[in-house]
Structures are given as structure tokens and as C-alpha cells.
């Protein structure tokens, strides 16, 4: 009798528990975790960036991004502005409130990872690393066809 195959499930219920996890972490913070992922990418661009960079790093509408980002200016984590060099490009900038919370969303990103991983060794998180950085190709290499 064949083995039923359960990678698909397991990984998605890996995937689904960091979710939550991670998730339950943020909620101390009043933030979501596409802010979250806003304020990281900000982070590393050194606090600013062209909105329509942010909307294809978010991989959402701009209608979308629009309404992320506007819930952002509420919150003071970040402002828009208009480019100098061109009237045309606007600019999303961590404010320091927005900055500060992202050095909060970074170190719980940091200890939800440490939680997954547990009880590894360092072989082990090397292999785990590598073996889904595999799958990963595997299937973006499915996607292509």
C-alpha cells in the first residue's frame, strides 16, 4: 500500500501555526501583518520608499495599498509625500513611531522563528533551510510552465 503523501498539509499547517503565532504577538501592537511587512520593507530601504515599490513589494492593488497605507498615516507610522525630483512619484517614510514599531515587529519575527525551530541543531536548521529552499524552486520552476 503506498504511503499517502502529506508534505502539502503538513507545511501548510506549519505555515498556518507561525500565522497565528506571530500573529498573536502583533496583536499587543495594533498593527496587521501587511503593516507589518509594509514597515519592514521600509526598514530596509532605509525608512523610505516609492509607493508604487511598496505596492509591488505587497503584491496587492493600488486601491489596496492605498487604503493599507492610509491606515498607516492614521496610526503615525508613516507619511507620503511627493517626490522632489519628480512631482509624479510618491514617497512612503517611516515616521519614528513607525520606526520604533518595527524594531518591535523585527524581534518578534526573531523569536517566532527561534519558536519554530525550537529544539534543532544547527545541522538540522541548515538541512530544514536548504530542503525547503528546494521545494521552493521545485515548485517555482512548476509555476513557469
Excluded: W
Excluded at 500500500?1 to 500573529?23: C, F, N, Q, T, W
Excluded at 492610509?70 to 508613516?78: I, T
Excluded at 513607525?98 to 545541522?123: H, K, S, Y
Amino acid at each position: 500500500m503506498e504511503r499517502l503523501r502529506v508534505l502539502g498539509p503538513m507545511l501548510g499547517r506549519s505555515a498556518h501555526l507561525a500565522k497565528e503565532r506571530m500573529d498573536a504577538r502583533l496583536s499587543q501592537y495594533d498593527v496587521t501583518p501587511v503593516q507589518t511587512h509594509t514597515l519592514l520593507y521600509l526598514h530596509r530601504h532605509h525608512g523610505q520608499a516609492a509607493q508604487h515599490e511598496v505596492i509591488q513589494h505587497l503584491r496587492v492593488k493600488p486601491s489596496t495599498a492605498n487604503g493599507i497605507l492610509d491606515r498607516m498615516e492614521e496610526k503615525e507610522l508613516v507619511t507620503r509625500s511627493v517626490s522632489d525630483s519628480d512631482a509624479r512619484r510618491r514617497l512612503i517614510t517611516l515616521t519614528e513611531k513607525g520606526a520604533a514599531l518595527q524594531a518591535d515587529c523585527r524581534r518578534l519575527f526573531m523569536e517566532t522563528e527561534e519558536l519554530m525551530l525550537g529544539n534543532l541543531t544547527e545541522e538540522e536548521r541548515a538541512a530544514l533551510f536548504g530542503l525547503l529552499r528546494r521545494v521552493t524552486i521545485n515548485l517555482e520552476e512548476d509555476r513557469k510552465l
